[in-house]
Every structure is written in C-alpha cells, then in structure tokens.
T-cell receptor
Framework: ELKVEQNPLFLSMQEGKNYTIYCNYS?????LYWYRQDPGKSLESLFV?????AVKQEGRLMASLDTKARLSTLHITAAVHDLSATYFC????????????FGEGTQLTVNP | GAGVSQSPSNKVTEKGKDVELRCDPI?????LYWYRQSLGQGLEFLIY????????KSGLPSDRFSAERTGGSVSTLTIQRTQQEDSAVYLC?????????????FGPGTRLTVT
C-alpha cells in the first residue's frame, strides 16, 4: 500500500524566514505533486516533479525530488503572509490509473 | 478556459436521504477522479474514470456509493441512505490523459453535511 507522510503537519513561521516541508512516500511512484489549499477552497497545483533530481521553482517556493530516498521537499524562501495555506504533496502510479495518494497536509501560517 | 465545475457547492441533507453530486470536467479531459476530504481521513481517492468506464472503484467506502460518467464528460456521484460519516467535501478532478504531465485539475468541491 502506498503511503505518503508529510512533516511538519503544522508550521508557524515569521515573515522573512526560510523553512522546508518534507514529503516521504513508501513505494516507487511515477510522479510527485505539490498542491496548495486555502481555507474553504479547492486544490491549486504548484509543481509536478517527474524524475529523480527534478527541481522546480516558482517565486518563493522551490520543490525537489529524490526518488532514491523517496523524498520530496518544498522549500520556502523569505516567507510572506500570502503563503499561509495548507500544502499537500501527492504521488501517483500509472499502474493505478494515476490516482493520487495524498499526504496529511502541512498547515503553514506566516506571521507578520 | 473553463475549469472543473461542481454542483451544488453546498448540500445539507437528512440522514437516510439520497444525494447526487455533479462534476463537469475540463473539455477534452478523458480522465476524471473523485476524492473526498474529511477532517478525520484527509484526502481520499474514491473512483477513477477513463472515458465512460471506471477501471478503479476501489476507493468507494461502501455499496451506498456509486458513480457514473456519460458521454465521456459529466459525472455524477450518488450516495444512497446518507450517514453522518459521509459528511465531507467531495472533490472532482480531471486530467488530459495521454499528455506528459498527467496533472489533475481540481474543481471547487461540494460540501456535504448530513444531519
């Protein structure tokens, strides 16, 4: 059974600081996704990571993937309040129709 | 272009009633997924459609849950004899199967409350 674990589950940080969210998964997967969810809203796609060593950056967020370690990281640089949200990682496998298995989510609060 | 749409956005129903939730995927997307988000269980996969067929129904929690998709487009998730534990946000996603990223685009969700 494919399992996905994120840590931390709750993160409170000050504006301007850096931090990293970790996502571990249990078995070989084809792709790794990061989503953002604002309260009461749906999931917004942030990154899709397709291969070992993949790194993608958008603004203050950078995601990377290490398939050998079954680990993805979401690094936040110089956080701003607008980044406050819940971040989910998810993995899929083509053999399962690319259904997503999600982590528990990391609730990020950036304080002024 | 238009994204994934879902209706209703909110549904309050009495225990024991049947409900239907609708999903309109992005035009041309052949893959469609239903997920459920609840406080206790997080985000869970329910069912996956490729065209009108459902190769994977393994996430449906009981036989009270069913789903269909017609014309390779609109999908309906039906919950019969609703129970309080069915209260959750039901999310639909679609994907342009066959393209390189297989990215799933999510709709706004239907918040179901069973009283």
């Amino acid at each position: 059974e494919l399992k996905v674990e994120q840590n931390p589950l709750f993160l409170s940080m000050q504006e301007g600081k850096n931090y990293t969210i970790y996502c571990n998964y249990s078995t070989t997967s084809d792709r790794l996704y990061w989503y953002r969810q604002d309260p009461g809203k749906s999931l917004e796609s942030l990154f899709v990571l397709l291969s070992n060593g993949a790194v993608k950056q958008e603004g203050r967020l950078m995601a990377s993937l290490d398939t050998k370690a079954r680990l993805s990281t979401l690094h936040i640089t110089a956080a701003v309040h607008d980044l406050s949200a819940t971040y989910f990682c998810a993995v899929d496998r083509e053999t399962s129709g690319s259904r997503l298995t999600f982590g528990e989510g990391t609730q990020l609060t950036v304080n002024p | 272009g238009a994204g994934v749409s879902q209706s209703p956005s909110n549904k309050v129903t009495e225990k024991g009633k049947d409900v239907e939730l609708r999903c309109d995927p992005i035009s041309g997307h052949t893959a469609l997924y239903w997920y459920r988000q609840s406080l206790g269980q997080g985000l869970e996969f329910l069912i996956y459609f490729q065209g009108n067929s459902a190769p994977d129904k393994s996430g449906l929690p009981s036989d009270r849950f069913s789903a269909e998709r017609t014309g390779g487009s609109v999908s309906t998730l039906t919950i019969q004899r609703t129970q309080q534990e069915d209260s959750a946000v039901y999310l639909c996603a679609s994907s342009p199967w066959g393209r390189s990223t297989y990215e799933q685009y999510f709709g706004p969700g239907t918040r179901l409350t069973v009283t």
